[in-house]
T-cell receptor
Framework: DAKTTQPTSMDCAEGRAANLPCNHS???????VYWYRQIHSQGPQYIIH???NNETNEMASLIITEDRKSSTLILPHATLRDTAVYYC??????????????FGKGTLLTVNP | ETGVTQSPTHLIKTRGQQVTLRCSSQ?????VSWYQQALGQGPQFIFQ???????GRGNFPPRFSGLQFPNYSSELNVNALELDDSALYLC??????????????FGPGTRLTVL
């Protein structure tokens, strides 16, 4: 799996959009970009994933650059409950050794009142 | 709530002992993976079970072993515990049917402390 680079920490004001960047310059053509988050003392939670098109769901939007070397997770209206560590992961979906999620240290997002 | 449960919540063992951690997958899921998360680090993949067979393994020694049962619940066994085994152990379940697998649902984890 390709390695990712994320900032160690970010702050965001409550109600504002949180934009979390991720660099994955060595991503392969068949690797997807996944985002998970982990709220303190809980298991990681899936947020969104995509291949090359921008994606949106009820939690967030994922913007992937045209060259696929970087992406941004957008939480449109951050709340205090969005304070968590956010992990950007690139992988080829599938079973066996492809199944694993390779987590880095992620970005600690702190949403301030 | 993901529907994935783990037991126990917390556990304290001493070096050299053996431990069994349990995971109940979300209903209908056929795949479970186990991860180890040391303090301040991201989770590290231990192994995956698909339909009761080990189907992928990370860089962990053989004293880490597992089982998946017909009802798709799962166990992680660790023998000869070492101090460095102290960590949060997470299981994640998924429905693996095609190459494009679905999202993985994590349980809350078991916090293991080895003294």
């Amino acid at each position: 799996d390709a390695k990712t680079t994320q900032p160690t920490s970010m702050d965001c004001a409550e109600g504002r959009a949180a934009n979390l960047p991720c660099n994955h310059s060595t991503i392969s053509g068949n690797e997807y970009v996944y985002w998970y988050r982990q709220i303190h003392s809980q298991g990681p939670q899936y947020i969104i994933h995509g291949l090359k098109n921008n994606e949106t769901n009820e939690m967030a939007s994922l913007i992937i650059t045209e060259d696929r070397k970087s992406s941004t997770l957008i939480l449109p209206h951050a709340t205090l409950r969005d304070t968590a560590v956010y992990y950007c992961i690139v992988r080829v979906p599938g079973g066996g050794s492809n199944y694993k999620l390779t987590f880095g240290k992620g970005t600690l997002l702190t949403v301030n009142p | 709530e993901t529907g994935v449960t783990q037991s126990p919540t917390h556990l304290i063992k001493t070096r050299g002992q053996q431990v069994t951690l349990r995971c109940s997958s979300q209903s209908g899921h056929n795949t479970v993976s186990w991860y180890q998360q040391a303090l301040g680090q991201g989770p590290q993949f231990i192994f995956q079970y698909y339909r009761e067979e080990e189907n992928g393994r990370g860089n962990f020694p053989p004293r880490f072993s597992g089982l998946q049962f017909p009802n798709y619940s799962s166990e992680l066994n660790v023998n000869a515990l070492e101090l460095d085994d102290s960590a949060l152990y997470l299981c994640a379940s998924s429905l693996l049917e095609t190459v494009l697998d679905n999202e993985q649902f994590f349980g809350p984890g078991t916090r293991l402390t080895v003294l």
